[in-house]
Nanobody
Framework: QVQLEESGGGLVLAGGSLRLSCAAS????????MGWFRQALGKEREFVAG????????YYSASVKGRFTISRDNAKNTVDLQMNSLKPEDTGVYYC?????????????????WGQGTQVTVSS
């Protein structure tokens, strides 16, 4: 089983930055593909960024590419999402997710384990 916990959310001004972290409890964390998703009010949960188990492959949604960076530290069992140049439309609950097939991209249904989410609010 995999337990995930996100942290680092908060309220920032447009143009600001936040760094989200996800801590995982799984023994075989290095085998898990990890993803970040977000869900805004009234919208479906959407893919933001993904990273393969080894960390060698990353993928970003078009809306965040160039602004967000996903990274992982398998020695610490953590995955981070550095978010720069934040926009009001980035507002939402951000979720960390794990997939046992080590994927670097997918829909929400492709990921088996989820954290509780952390709120990110970007004011205009």
């Amino acid at each position: 089983q995999v337990q995930l916990e996100e942290s680092g959310g908060g309220l920032v001004l447009a143009g600001g930055s936040l760094r989200l972290s996800c801590a995982a409890s799984g023994r075989t964390f290095r085998n898990y593909g990890m993803g970040w998703f977000r869900q805004a009010l009234g919208k479906e949960r959407e893919f933001v960024a993904g990273i393969s188990g080894s960390g060698t492959i990353t993928y970003y949604s078009a809306s965040v590419k160039g602004r967000f960076t996903i990274s992982r530290d398998n020695a610490k069992n953590t995955v981070d999402l550095q978010m720069n140049s934040l926009k009001p439309e980035d507002t939402g609950v951000y979720y960390c997710a794990a997939d046992l097939t080590s994927r670097w991209y997918g829909t929400a249904t492709d990921y088996e384990y989820w954290g509780q989410g952390t709120q990110v609010t970007v004011s205009s």
